[in-house]
């Protein structure tokens, strides 16, 4: 029964929680990134390029023979995914400093600098007695 019970402290931590949030929402984002990047993005990149579809490029390496499908690199698909890494790396940066300009706390001022002791207030005026 104890197992039971760490499981539920375990899972029912702010961090866990919080965590199955994030990754839910960035499954979603990822989607809709892919979705900018493959519908709007390329397509005019495409056009300007000569009406190329990235989705489309590739490099057969081998034909197809007999039923047998076309062994080829992808590299038109490849370039989106690198896309949409490269938007999505560049949302998550600018959230994170958003966050953490956020968080940043004014620094305390510092401490002022402790006055001299008794001992070296009595030296100081014997010292300007000697003086005179």
Known sequence: MSLIKEFK??????NVVDMAVGVIVGAAFGKIV???????????????IGGVDFSSLSVIIKEAVEGAPAVTINYGKFLQTVIDFTIIAFVIFMALKGINKLKRE???APAPAPGPTVDQ???????????K
Do not use: W, Y
Not at 34 to 48: E, F, Q, T
Not at 121 to 126: A, G, K, R
């Open 9 to 14: 402290e375990f899972a029912m931590k702010g």
């Open 34 to 48: 892919s979705s900018l990047v493959g519908d709007v993005i390329m397509p005019p990149i495409g056009m300007l």
């Open 106 to 108: 004014e620094p305390a």
């Open 121 to 131: 207030q009595l030296l100081t005026e014997i010292r300007d007695l000697l003086k």
